[in-house]
């Protein structure tokens, strides 16, 4: 009796030690307080680190900006401030072009789960290194990368096929996104995110680059762009989970390859969440007379497709590093059947 009670407080203590000793790992993400994403990260996927590295390794997220700014993560997780990022790599294009063919090739993958391949078995992540050690001199590891929702795009008036584009006014940001839809005959419209719904609303703009189907219907971008094109044609942006060097360096290599199974484990569920409230959201719609969801054909989209790639071409030739970027994007969308090469 007396042994397994020393046995029992021996357990205790090791736990306790083990427990006692758990890095905690301070990373800010682009998310905002109150998004679904980080609801969904927190409740379902935060608690499996710790489960993942027998309670080795805590990850605590900040919300956006929390820190420091979105764009300035590199230098922050490079610097030690952070201890890493969770960050749209849009944020970054302005340090690397390269950051904006991985952070978003307009009109290219048809999933997320594409994309994500891409990262973790097509060489995507080791172009984000690349990418990460051209801006912070090797100070930070990639971990993982890829998105996790396709955004929809909302539309006062039906825009039906590819042909439908020509001569609309859409809502773009500046860069690539607006250099495809004016190559595809539409007219990029600049404004900010805040003054989409107005600009909707009378007539400034024919459609817009919003969001997320789940979230355009929270924001009632609906009530007044009753023609939202899902699944989206168009935008798919790209996140990184980045961590010091030093930091990961410090870590086992069991460990290390815990996070990345970790990352990518919550990515593809939280893909796969999204989607399937995005569809249940957009069949709900569907079936009333107030809202008609358009889904393009194939062909719609393949013909899309051809047209931005002359655009990321373009892009791609800003950097040598963009240029790669754009070859491995492509190699591995050629491999999937996205281009019959």
Not at 30 to 38: E, K, V
Not at 261 to 286: F, G, I, N, P, T
Not at 293 to 316: C, G, M, P
């Amino acid at each position: 009796m007396a042994f397994a009670r020393t046995a029992f407080l021996a357990a205790s203590v090791s736990l306790l030690a083990g427990a006692a000793h758990a890095e905690t790992f301070n990373i800010q993400t682009s998310f905002n307080a109150g998004d679904f994403s980080t609801k969904y990260m927190t409740e379902n996927w935060l608690p499996k680190i710790e489960e993942m590295t027998e309670g080795r390794v805590e990850i605590v997220f900040t919300p956006n900006g929390s820190v420091v700014p979105a764009k300035d993560t590199p230098e922050a997780v490079a610097a030690g401030v952070l201890d890493g990022d969770f960050t749209s790599v849009n944020y970054f294009s302005g340090l690397e072009p390269a950051y904006a063919i991985m952070g978003d090739l307009i009109s290219g993958y048809d999933t997320p789960e594409q994309m994500l391949d891409f990262c973790r078995e097509g060489g995507g992540e080791a172009v984000m290194q690349k990418a990460a050690d051209a801006v912070t001199g090797g100070e930070v590891h990639v971990v993982a990368c890829g998105p996790y929702s396709r955004e929809a795009l909302v539309a006062r008036v039906p825009i039906r096929t590819f042909e439908d584009l020509e001569g609309k006014k859409i809502r773009s940001p500046e860069g690539l996104a607006a250099a495809v839809f004016q190559a595809a005959g539409a007219s990029p419209v600049s404004i900010p995110f805040s003054e989409v719904f107005g600009a909707l609303e009378k007539g400034i703009v024919d459609a817009a680059d919003a969001s997320a189907y789940v979230n355009n219907d929270a924001t009632g971008m609906h009530d007044v762009a009753p023609y939202p094109l899902y699944p989206g044609i168009h935008s798919m942006p790209s996140m990184q989970f980045t961590i010091n060097k030093a930091k990961w360096d410090a870590l086992s290599e069991a460990d290390q390859q815990a996070l990345r199974d970790w990352w990518y484990e919550a990515m593809y569920a939280m893909a796969a969440e999204v989607s399937k409230q995005d569809a249940e959201l957009a069949a709900r719609d569907d079936a009333t007379d107030d809202i008609e969801v358009i889904d393009w054909a194939q062909e719609d989209r393949d013909q899309l497709r051809v047209v931005a790639r002359e655009q990321w071409e373009i892009y791609a030739e800003k950097s040598d590093l963009a240029k790669e970027a754009l070859d491995a994007n492509i190699a591995y969308m050629t491999e999937i059947g996205l281009f019959g090469e």
